[in-house]
Nanobody, 124 residues
Framework: QVQLVESGGGLVQAGGSLRLTCAAS????????MGWFRQAPGKERDFVAA????????YYADSVKGRFTLSRDNAKNTMYLQMNSLKPEDTAVYYC?????????????????WGQGTQVTVSS
């Protein structure tokens, strides 16, 4: 069972940048399709971005396309979410997740393992 730890959240002004990191506990990290989700207070957990096992394909929610970039380094068992041009509506707890089944998914309940989350707050 893989363990995931997010880091890199914080408080930033609108227009600023943050890089989130998701570190996995095991060397079989490359076997997992990975994703980022976010959850604002009182709202459902929403898809942000996902990446294939090799890192060659990335998928983004329309709300972050062109501003966020997802990548992974399988040699370091780590995934990165570079977030630029941040907006107040990006404020949420961000979670990384791992999926063992075939194919990319945009649905939270189709992911098998989750991190504890990291808070991102964007001030206006």
């Amino acid at each position: 069972q893989v363990q995931l730890v997010e880091s890199g959240g914080g408080l930033v002004q609108a227009g600023g940048s943050l890089r989130l990191t998701c570190a996995a506990s095991e060397h079989t990290f490359s076997n997992y399709r990975m994703g980022w989700f976010r959850q604002a207070p009182g709202k459902e957990r929403d898809f942000v971005a996902a990446i294939s096992r090799s890192g060659g394909s990335q998928y983004y929610a329309d709300s972050v396309k062109g501003r966020f970039t997802l990548s992974r380094d399988n040699a370091k068992n780590t995934m990165y979410l570079q977030m630029n041009s941040l907006k107040p509506e990006d404020t949420a707890v961000y979670y990384c997740a791992a999926r063992t089944s075939y194919g990319i998914s945009f649905t939270p309940n189709e992911y098998d393992f989750w991190g504890q989350g990291t808070q991102v707050t964007v001030s206006s």
